[in-house]
């Protein structure tokens, strides 16, 4: 069936850092790709999506590149702020299983000042 | 316009009792998810509905757990016999049209389980 692990968090970086966190998928077909985070205090929402292969999508800073020889849809930020401090999900929907939407188990990041 | 709705926000119950959770949907989303957050854990699927029917209802964790949209809009998601592992927060979302594009996220509720 289908799988998405995510880097484990939490992860603390300082202001103005560089940003990554890993996110692999194991799919049948052709699935999509997002990522989507949750702000403290407020509930889930889409940060950008992909869906199909070498697309890039983006957002706030944020860019993600589904790439499909590595099964991956790695978030990064080149600056990151202390407004960014967040829970980050990636997340696989796919028409083509039984198994049709998965979520990572979240990446907690927090942003020292 | 407005978002997704959830309620109650939080629940207490005792085990054995049956819950039922409420979302209302953005107007005129015809796609309806609902998830589970435990603590420390990601997001569990549990059930979508595309309309009134369900064609995915691969995630619910057991025959406690059921849930039903009517009128394509309103949808409730109901827990029997609840145990404490049932403690959580559910989460439901809406998308326009089906499960490929941008679900918008409820508040959720919070349930426990004493």
């Known amino acids: 069936g289908n799988s998405v692990t995510q880097m484990e968090g939490p992860v603390t970086l300082s202001e103005e850092a560089f940003l990554t966190i890993n996110c692999t998928y194991t799919a049948t077909g052709y699935p999509s790709l997002f990522w989507y985070v949750q702000y403290p205090g407020e509930g889930l929402q889409l940060l950008l999506k992909?869906?199909?292969?070498?697309d890039k999508g983006s957002n706030k800073g944020f860019e993600a590149t589904y790439r499909k020889e590595t099964t991956s849809f790695h978030l990064e930020k080149g600056s990151v702020q202390v407004s960014d401090s967040a829970v980050y999900f990636c997340a696989l929907i796919s028409y083509s299983s039984a198994s049709k939407i998965i979520f990572g188990s979240g990446t907690r990041l927090s942003i020292r000042p | 316009g407005a978002g997704v709705s959830q309620s109650p926000s939080n629940k207490v119950t005792e085990k054995g009792k049956d819950v039922e959770l409420r979302c209302d949907p953005i107007?005129?989303?015809?796609?309806l998810y609902w998830y589970r957050q435990s603590l420390g854990q990601g997001l569990e699927f549990l059930i979508y509905?595309?309309?009134?029917?369900?064609?995915?209802k691969s995630g619910l964790p057991s025959d406690r757990f059921s849930a039903e949209r009517t009128g394509g809009s309103v949808s409730t998601l109901t827990i029997q016999r609840t145990q404490q592992e049932d403690s959580a927060v559910y989460l439901c979302a809406s998308s326009l049209l089906d499960f490929q594009e941008t679900q918008y996220f409820g508040p959720g509720t919070r349930l426990l389980v004493l």
């Open positions: 509905f595309q309309g009134n029917s369900a064609p995915d």
């Open positions: 107007s005129g989303h015809t796609a």
């Open positions: 992909a869906t199909k292969a070498d």
